[in-house]
């Protein structure tokens, strides 16, 4: 299936919207991290400071690039981690407006984050659930995700509990975190991620 940000047209007026009202205060803290090292906008697509699902993942991979990809995170993504990570939510009734996409660390690195780098991205998240007041779930997705989320309550303990925020625990939305040899453990990878996902709805008031 060929993904929306394969489209020329599509990406423009993607572009063109990037600071559209509901999505403005996070591309602004995008510009700001970008006087660190480079980072992908947020597609205007998604739901911005309205989104009630924040999904986090490990780092901007290269479909997020303005010179081989969108320039934005989005589930319209041309790769395979978009697209899986697109059809998990259209399984659940969830879209790219109730969503916003984040990396545990948020600069472009294309590889695994270190411990160090794991605790600078945790002030972008801080800033970023700030900004987004209707937040109901974060769904950590992989093992960077999760390790950042660590650094992030221990730096805001109160966080979860002031915001009554769900924090949801499941694999990467990439085929590599799926892989298993053995046929069984694939299978119980798969469901673990699809049950999160469903999770997740719940916790925003939708049903399958």
């Excluded at 906008?41 to 490990?58: E, F, K, N, Q, S």
């Amino acid at each position: 299936m060929t993904r929306l940000m394969a489209d020329d047209a599509f990406r423009s007026t993607q572009w063109d919207q990037r600071f559209a009202p509901h999505v403005a205060p996070i591309n602004e803290l995008v510009d700001r991290l970008r006087d660190h090292a480079w980072a992908p906008y947020v597609a205007p697509i998604h739901g911005g400071v309205d989104a009630r699902v924040l999904t986090l993942l490990r780092d901007p991979g290269p479909a997020t690039q303005d010179a081989l990809g969108s320039g934005f995170l989005s589930i319209e993504n041309d790769d395979p981690t978009a697209a899986r990570l697109n059809e998990l939510l259209k399984s659940v009734s969830l879209g790219a407006s109730d969503t916003v996409l984040w990396n545990a660390y948020p600069w472009y690195i294309n590889r695994a984050p270190k411990a160090a780098e794991l605790e600078e991205g945790v002030a972008p998240i801080l800033d970023l659930i700030a900004l987004m007041p209707k937040l109901k779930v974060v769904l950590l997705q992989g093992g960077s995700a999760r390790d950042s989320w660590r650094w992030v309550t221990r730096r805001a303990p109160k966080l979860v509990g002031e915001r009554g925020l769900t924090v949801i625990d499941t694999y990467h939305p990439g085929r590599q975190a799926l892989w298993h040899k053995d046929p069984a453990v694939r299978a119980e990878r798969l469901a673990h991620q699809v049950a999160a996902f469903q999770q997740a709805a719940a916790v925003c008031g939708h049903s399958e």
